[in-house]
């Protein structure tokens, strides 16, 4: 079954700061990953998706990559900003194994103070 | 579109009622998927839709949860009878078949459902 495991589990830095949050998993024959992020109460916002055949996907100040052989992802926030206080979620597809779920590690909750 | 459209978006309950939670998913998209998140267990699948065909309901944690997708257009997830340990927020996301290459999962805004 796959795990996926997020740390740190929370991280609290100054504004301006640069951040990378790391996403690993079990089963690395992954169809895509999928960087989700949840401010207090809402839903959940999509970032960023890297399919399998990709190794990173860049949207403003956020990057994320994918390396599917050592079963890690990580997101990169540039200049950090109070308004990106929230929890970032990534969540995995399998590939194979008959499903195609979007399994989720537990999130890093950020807070950039100013 | 107007994306994954969740109702109501709170629930309050007393134990032993029935709950149903409605989602209506993004137009085209033929996955649809229920998750429930709580704090000491984070997000977790529930049940998953395929072209309105259950595919896993193993995460249906007992017999008081039930869901349907009568159509491609309206999913269902019902509780009965309720219990406080059902407390939590309900999620349903939408995505394009997995042969697509777009395949981003498309969340609501979720239901939270309080059972007191």
């Known amino acids: 079954k796959q795990e996926v495991t997020q740390i740190p589990a929370a991280l609290s830095v100054p504004e301006g700061e640069n951040l990378v949050l790391n996403c690993s998993f079990t089963?690395?024959?992954?169809?895509?990953l999928q960087w989700f992020r949840q401010d207090p109460g809402k839903g959940l916002t999509s970032l960023l998706l890297?399919?399998?055949?990709?190794r990173e996907q860049t949207s403003g100040r956020l990057n994320a990559s994918l390396d599917k052989s050592s079963g890690r992802s990580t997101l990169y926030i540039a200049a950090s900003q109070p308004g990106d206080s929230a929890t970032y979620l990534c969540?995995?597809?399998?590939?194979?194994?008959?499903?195609?779920?979007?399994?989720f590690g537990r999130g890093t909750s950020l807070i950039v103070h100013p | 579109d107007a994306g994954v459209i969740q109702s109501p978006r709170h629930e309050v309950t007393e134990m032993g009622q029935e709950v149903t939670l409605r989602c209506k998913p993004i137009?085209?998209?033929?996955?649809l998927f229920w998750y429930r998140q709580t704090m000491m267990r984070g997000l977790e699948l529930l049940i998953y839709?395929?072209?309105?065909?259950?595919?896993?309901d193993s995460g249906m944690p007992e017999d008081r949860f039930s869901a349907k997708m009568p159509n491609a257009s309206f999913s269902t997830l019902k509780i009965q009878p309720s219990e406080p340990r059902d407390s939590a927020v309900y999620f349903c996301?939408?995505?394009?078949?997995?042969?697509?290459?777009?395949?981003?999962?498309?969340f609501g805004q979720g239901t939270r459902l309080t059972v007191v």
């Open positions: 996301a939408s995505s394009l078949p997995v042969y697509r290459t777009n395949t981003e999962a498309f």
């Open positions: 089963d690395s024959a992954i169809y895509n």
């Open positions: 890297i399919q399998s055949s990709q």
């Open positions: 969540a995995v597809r399998l590939k194979s194994g008959g499903s195609y779920i979007p399994t």
């Open positions: 137009s085209g998209h033929n996955s």
């Open positions: 839709f395929n072209n309105n065909v259950p595919i896993d």
